[in-house]
């Protein structure tokens, strides 16, 4: 039987603790990694068929950046790039789509601000903000990722892992610290096979255990709320001129708030009045 | 992979670096030509998006000098052509880019920028 994902708590720095629990696995499982993680998501692909013509967008936490060479049908039209904390994933991300062409990739930190201040039309960050280990880390990287795009109109899109499996699922999640909106921090295995690991001369598989926080319902829109108030955006729609009192000229609008396939998603559109 | 459209976004995040900290100055650089497909439509929709001089500066400090000192109004084919070019087909694979302001040195090794900072630098 495959090994479980446990409930864990997090001891230590969060920085320290990612370091251990996250990127040094994510370097040494990513070959294997990698060929598991091939087929772009539907609201993913949705999202980036989009974008008009010339856009530029960031993707925060990009892996082997199987998002990095979409949309399929208009290869070219727009330009996204890379970052992670993982060099061994970009190295394959560089070569994203196996069509010759060599993508764009950033070794960074997503709680980093490597950039021009909004310079980016959108941004994507799939399947990474999880794996952030305070709640105080996962609303930065929201804030980050809606200070690099434009406040006019820059677009984001987040993903991350909730509580909520998919039926399909074979996961059971151990729920016992949730409660209401707060989410769960679990350890998920990985299974390295002798395989995986080239010809050593090891018996027993080894077991990496990367850490996760499973969102809760409502968690990840929190998150969003909180980091529009700390940069002072309206949260909503758009505001006409003259409903806007004088305060207000910035916003983000949460276009869509949502669960697909045992994630939590949600798209921002920023808007600024003129 | 460092081309010159990614160049033209990323800029020093050093703890306090705010001023001047964009465009990186390229150093020791060495680079690699690689032939990309002409998408005049995307050009056109992204140009209004690029810091005209750190794309042009960059260009030159790579030996490209086809690049005018002011964006064009004109976009005929010739300097479309030479700014797919320059943003798309010049790759910094090895060298440095430093900061102009607090002189930090962002790594480029094997085509990929390091832009991680140490936890005493992140602000
Ligand atoms: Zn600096």
């Known amino acids: 039987m495959a090994p479980q994902v446990q409930a864990t708590s997090i001891d230590g720095e969060p920085q320290v603790y990612e370091e251990k629990n996250v990127h040094a696995i994510y370097d040494e499982i990513a070959p294997h990694f990698s060929s598991t993680r091939y087929k772009p998501w539907p ?59 060599i993508r764009d ?9 490597g950039w021009r201040v909004a310079a980016f039309d959108y941004a994507i960050s799939i399947a990474t903000i999880h794996h952030l280990a305070t709640h105080e880390r996962r609303k930065t990287a929201v804030k980050r990722l809606i200070e690099a795009v ?15 499996q998919d039926a399909l699922s074979k996961r059971t999640i151990p729920v016992d610290g949730a409660t209401g909106t707060r989410g769960q921090d ?19 598989p080894q077991v990496l255990n990367r850490y996760y926080h499973m969102f809760a319902k ?18 909503g729609p758009p505001l006409g001129l003259g409903e806007a009192p004088i305060s207000i000229s910035r916003g983000v609008e949460m276009v869509q708030d949502g669960w697909e396939r045992s994630n939590y998603y949600v798209e921002l559109r920023c808007w600024e009045l003129p | 992979m460092v081309r010159l459209i990614t160049h033209n976004l990323l800029a020093c995040h050093v703890k306090g670096c705010n001023t001047n900290n964009f465009p990186l100055q390229f ?15 995307f050009l056109k929709g992204f140009m209004p998006k690029l810091e005209w001089k750190a794309l ?68």
Not at chain 1, 188 to 204: H, I, M, N, Y
Not at chain 2, 27 to 41: C, G, H, M, S, T
Request: overall charge negative.
């Open chain 1, 43 to 101: 609201i993913i692909a949705a999202f980036i068929s989009s974008l008009p013509i010339g856009w530029i967008g960031l993707d925060s936490g990009t892996g082997n950046g199987k998002y990095l060479p979409l949309p399929f049908d208009r290869p070219g039209a727009i330009c996204t790039i890379g970052l992670d904390r993982s060099r061994n994933l970009l190295n394959i991300a560089k070569n994203a789509g196996n069509t010759g062409k």
């Open chain 1, 186 to 204: 679990v350890v998920v295995p990985w299974v390295l096979s002798r395989q995986d690991k080239g010809s050593q001369a090891s018996t027993e």
């Open chain 2, 56 to 123: 042009v500066d960059a260009a030159r400090q790579l030996g490209d000098t086809t690049l005018p000192l002011e964006q064009p109004e004109m976009l005929d084919d010739e300097f479309l052509k030479n700014l797919h070019h320059v943003l798309l087909e010049i790759h910094v694979e090895e060298g440095v880019m430093t900061c102009s302001n607090c002189k930090h040195e962002y790594p480029v090794s094997n085509g990929i920028p390091n832009m991680l900072l140490a936890e005493h630098e992140i602000g």
């Open chain 1, 150 to 164: 434009s406040p006019n109109h820059g677009r984001v899109l987040i993903y991350v892992w909730a509580i909520e």
């Open chain 1, 105 to 113: 990739v950033v070794l960074g930190d997503i709680l980093g601000r």
């Open chain 2, 27 to 41: 150093k020791d650089v060495q680079i690699e030509l690689r032939e990309a497909e002409f998408n005049p439509d």
């Open chain 1, 218 to 235: 409502g968690e990840l829109s929190g998150l969003v709320q909180d980091a529009a108030s700390e940069l002072g955006l309206q949260l």
